[in-house]
């Protein structure tokens, strides 16, 4: 058994690993296309209404991935089909519905962040059509089928249309001199060829059917016990994990301007973009976490997670290593000259992703015990501490406040869950 567990997340990571890499490049590709294209202001602008979007994203989407290989994993264990089937139907019907009140509310709130953010009619324009556009296509439930099936080679090919299209799109307009509009018109249709790709290879290899409708829908609230708060907590904390980075971004705008701004996001994607390599562990052991809760596998759940921790610290040294040491040459040769003074930014934003880096287990393993409420309890706590911060050391310390408030929050989550994590394993 444990050799068979370490050999599906193997695979299954090794595919992660194929499509984070290259997508990361990609990625980082297309961001310093950006960057040197629109240059701090424009660059800074584009970052703020990207940002905007993405935190209504955050907010409103239900990550109905993790239900359904939480429930899906005892479903195939039991053989039940039908209930798979409602339970897939669930999750497409919550993406489309929270998908639908978020484009509403992104639009709606253009108006009343627009002075706080100094935004031109123009780009409050550009802003709602964004985010609108954005938010009708978020949604996890394709990426479930496919992680719940084992098809991680399926999600792979689909999660590289997104930045081939953005990459693309980039190039085009490197060479015709193009607008922050153009930048994010070619973000918008990235996502929306990416959401289509996903759904059609979960409809192709999915096992059961897709059953749609009310009575569908409450029955499959009935049949999983706590699929609701289970569905509720995922979302609140996962918003809650996005959220005060997407904010540090919106506050520093609002604070310093524009241009720190987007050194702000520039240093946070940077510091993701190093670590993104191994962010697809997380992703490929939570089914494999599901199943062993599933069949009782504790002795072996707790092995697992032992040598993760271990392997994910030892990265996370690493990562600090790299980017405080070469920060400023990455920075010169990723943005050029101009986008040095983000520095700050990268390496204090690479510690707070470090910390996260090294509790990267924590998570999976709260979930696949159902314990969602732990995880939502942990970033609530941050949440609070980050925005107390946020209000003591902007004004004292300036933008690099953001920053600190970050990392601190990071270590108040990995306390929290570490905690949790020894004692659900020693009991």
Known sequence: EERSVFRRLARNAGWIFGSRGFNAVIGILYLAIAARSLGPIGFGSYAL????????????????????????????ADNRLDRLSRLFG??????????????????????????????????????AVFAGVLLLTTGSAPSGILRLFDRFDLLAYCEAIGPLVRLGG????????????????????????????????????????????????????????????????????NSVSMFWLQLGTLSVGAVAGAAEAGAFRL?????????????????????????????????????VVTRITIGSTALAVLLLLITGFGGELILRLFAGEEFEFAYPFFFLLSVATAVDLAGIAFEPVQNAHGRSWVILRSKLIAAAVYGLLLLIL??????????????????????????????????
């Open 394 to 427: 902007l004004p004292w310390i300036g933008a690099e406040g953001a920053a600190i408030a970050a990392i601190i929050c990071s270590v108040v989550i990995f306390l929290q869950l570490a905690y949790s994590t020894a004692k659900l394993l020693r009991s």
């Open 49 to 76: 209404i990207l940002t905007y979007a993405q935190l209504l994203a955050n907010l409103v989407q239900f990550h109905c991935w993790k239900g359904i290989v939480r429930y899906g994993a005892l479903h195939l």
């Open 170 to 237: 980039a190039i085009v307009l490197w060479l015709t001199d193009g607008s922050v509009d153009g930048f994010l018109a070619v973000v918008g249709a990235s996502v929306v060829a990416q959401t289509l790709s996903k759904w059609a290879a979960a409809l192709l290899i999915n096992r059961s059917r897709l059953e749609l409708g009310r009575s569908a829908f409450y029955q499959a609230g009935e049949e999983n016990d706590r699929l609701w708060p289970f569905m509720l907590h995922t979302n609140a904390s």
């Open 90 to 127: 669930f999750a497409a019907m919550l993406d489309f519905g929270s998908a639908l009140l978020g484009a509403l509310i992104a639009i709606a709130g253009v108006p009343l962040l627009a002075q706080l953010l100094h935004w031109s009619p123009q780009e409050q324009q550009t802003a």
């Open 267 to 303: 240093g946070r994607r940077l510091a993701e973009g190093i670590v993104s390599s191994i962010e697809p562990i997380a992703l490929a052991i939570y089914p494999e976490f599901a199943r062993l809760v599933a069949t009782d596998s504790h002795a072996q759940l707790r092995k």
